[in-house]
């Protein structure tokens, strides 16, 4: 059975820092390529960031203040991000799309229940 579990959500100042984790098992997430997501209130969710193929990727709102890391040894996905601002606030989803050896239409995807992030003063 495949998981995704987020944690490491809460209540952060502007300007402050978290570190999300998204625990995965049931697939071999080493052969995945894994996302965060974010949806904030009332709007679609939107793609944050990309571990895939040794490589990663951000969405220009977060870029330079965001890392996604990865540890395939414990099958664990991180998002790290600094200087946190209001618009950040919203439900941060672990997404796991592969494996990524076979063609892209056969690939699984995979989504965790999300944790929440609200950045307030």
């Known amino acids: 059975q495949v998981q995704l579990v987020e944690s490491g959500g809460g209540l952060v100042q502007p300007g402050g820092s978290l570190r999300l984790s998204c625990a995965a098992s049931g697939f071999t997430f080493s052969q995945y390529a894994m996302s965060w997501y974010r949806q904030a209130p009332g709007k679609e969710r939107e793609w944050v960031a990309l571990s895939a193929y040794g490589s990663t990727n951000y969405a220009d709102s977060v870029k330079g203040r965001t890392t996604i890391s990865r540890d395939n040894t414990r099958d664990i996905l991180y998002l790290e991000m600094n200087d946190l601002k209001p618009e950040d606030t919203g439900v941060y989803y672990c997404?796991?799309?592969?494996?990524?050896?076979?063609?892209?239409?056969?690939?699984?995807?995979?989504w965790g229940q999300g944790t929440q992030v609200f950045v307030s003063s």
């Open positions: 997404h796991a799309r592969g494996p990524t050896y076979v063609m892209n239409e056969s690939r699984m995807t995979y």
